[in-house]
């Protein structure tokens, strides 16, 4: 065997193992509500005897095995989980509607399933506005704060979690105004209200 032979083979070793891990891990997330992805990648590694390996999937390729595994195994229960999940998303984001609200995350995805947290992006120059809008409503909340990188800069942000009558988590952080006009929102990441309302109504 050519050594440019056996390099391309162990490379489409390589693949194949990335591929099956991609595919335990999106089964666990699926069945044992795992939501954290290096946790469910990592527990698919020592399943499959492969704690050492350096090629674990991305987030991507195991939410893409995630979506195939739904759609297979779950085509019956999963539509109406989720569609659960983005009207609690929306009814959140209406009673936020002033700090412009952003869906992101598994909900936006379509990868949630009845464990996942809603994530919501706020914006806000104001650092408290949002605490006080809370107060003011008498939302129950956790409060406290979310590493991020802005501008280069890595900092950390305002979040405070709210749980709702279904016993969901959803997860807000809150961002200064000009990460709001950065131009880094993708539709297929970033939705805002009328997105969502689209999105339901599809």
Do not use: C
């Not at 050594?3 to 083979?9: D, G, L, Q």
């Not at 869906?103 to 605490?131: P, Q, R, W, Y």
């Amino acid at each position: 065997m050519t050594k440019e032979h056996a390099s391309r083979n162990h490379a489409h070793k390589r693949d194949l193992m990335r591929e099956q891990l991609a595919h335990q891990a999106a089964r666990l997330m699926a069945e044992d509500g795992i939501t954290d992805h290096a946790f469910a990648k990592r527990k698919a590694a020592r399943q499959l005897g492969a704690e050492d390996t350096h090629h674990l999937p991305s987030n991507q390729e195991v939410d893409d095995a995630l979506h195939s595994y739904r759609a297979l195994y779950q085509r019956d229960s999963h539509p109406g989980i989720l569609r659960q999940l983005r009207e609690e998303a929306l009814a959140t984001m209406r009673l936020l509607a002033e700090f412009h609200p952003y869906l992101t995350g598994s909900v936006l995805s379509g990868t949630a399933g009845e464990h996942s947290d809603i994530n919501l992006m706020l914006f806000s120059d104001d650092t408290k506005a949002v605490l006080l809008f809370l107060l003011r409503h008498n939302i129950a909340f956790e409060d406290g704060e979310w590493k991020v990188r802005l501008g280069g800069h890595e900092g950390t942000v305002p979040s405070y979690t709210l749980t709702g009558e279904s016993g969901v988590q959803t997860h807000i952080i809150v961002l200064p105004e000009n990460a709001h006009h950065s131009g880094s929102r993708h539709p297929e990441t970033h939705a805002d209200i009328a997105a969502v309302e689209v999105l339901l109504a599809g």
